[in-house]
């Protein structure tokens, strides 16, 4: 497949229309060695300008990069800021979706793009938020190659899925998260301790979003920069 097949932005996944995926492929020859997948799962503000961005920078690192439309199943193409309004909007949409048929869209598109030609078949998973959780919650179910979780909230309400992970695994957080407690932290740690090729990093003076330079009020260069490092690294080796 060269870049004229897979074009930046929206794509139908599903037969019936229903289920969509943002993506981004990289620029290369049709006959340049087959490519490993990025499954890229939102926060609570949908495929917005950060996802598309993150989506699009490691599409430039040579991956197929397909952004879930998490929320597709109660509105589609969900596009939100930071504004009190929006943050609201997010939340609401987040109490109403169903976790359960967004892991099954989730893998819809994954074996969409697992199965494209010019695909080597592996696949990363990489999430935020609540797309941090859902990582974790897909890698648990499905085969997978890595899985990177950024910020995942509720993790410690899923241990028995976390435990049940067989690829490698890492889970960024800052330690100045207030929508992960400190005991929350130590409990995903303690459960992945035993757990081979699973890390838990941890950022000093990081908040919540600390990855998203459009979030002026958590972004944190410092913890962007070794996460970022930590997750490319991981995918490189996974997707080879």
Not at 131 to 141: C, F, I, K, Q, S
Not at 162 to 178: F, K, M, N, S, W
């Amino acid at each position: 497949m060269n870049t004229a097949q897979f074009p930046l932005g929206w794509h139908t996944v599903s037969q019936d229309g229903n289920i969509e995926a943002f993506c981004a492929g990289p620029t290369e020859g049709e006959h340049e060695a087959p490519r490993g997948t990025v499954l890229l799962l939102q926060e609570i503000f949908g495929v917005n300008a950060a996802i598309r961005t993150i989506a699009t920078k490691l599409s430039e690192k040579g991956y197929r990069v397909v952004c879930a439309d998490v929320f597709g199943h109660v509105e589609r193409r969900v596009d939100l800021g930071y504004s009190e309004a929006d943050r609201k909007r997010g939340f609401a949409l987040m109490q109403a979706y169903d976790p359960e048929t967004a892991l099954d869209h989730c893998n819809t598109i994954a074996q969409w793009a697992r199965h494209l030609p010019g695909s080597n078949g592996k696949l990363a998973v990489v999430g935020f938020c609540i797309g941090g959780l859902l990582a974790l919650r897909y890698a648990a179910r499905f085969p997978c190659d890595a899985a990177v979780s950024f910020y995942g909230v509720r993790v410690h309400e899923h241990l028995e899925e976390l435990r049940a992970i067989d690829c490698p695994l890492q889970y960024h957080v800052g330690e100045e998260d207030t929508h992960i407690l400190p005991e929350h932290r130590k409990i995903v740690a303690q459960a992945v301790s035993g757990m081979e090729n699973a890390t838990v990093f941890a950022y000093e003076g990081a908040k919540h979003g600390f990855f998203n330079p459009l979030r002026e009020e958590a972004f944190n260069r410092d913890a962007f920069l070794a996460a970022d490092e930590r997750m490319l690294r991981l995918l490189a080796q996974s997707l080879r």
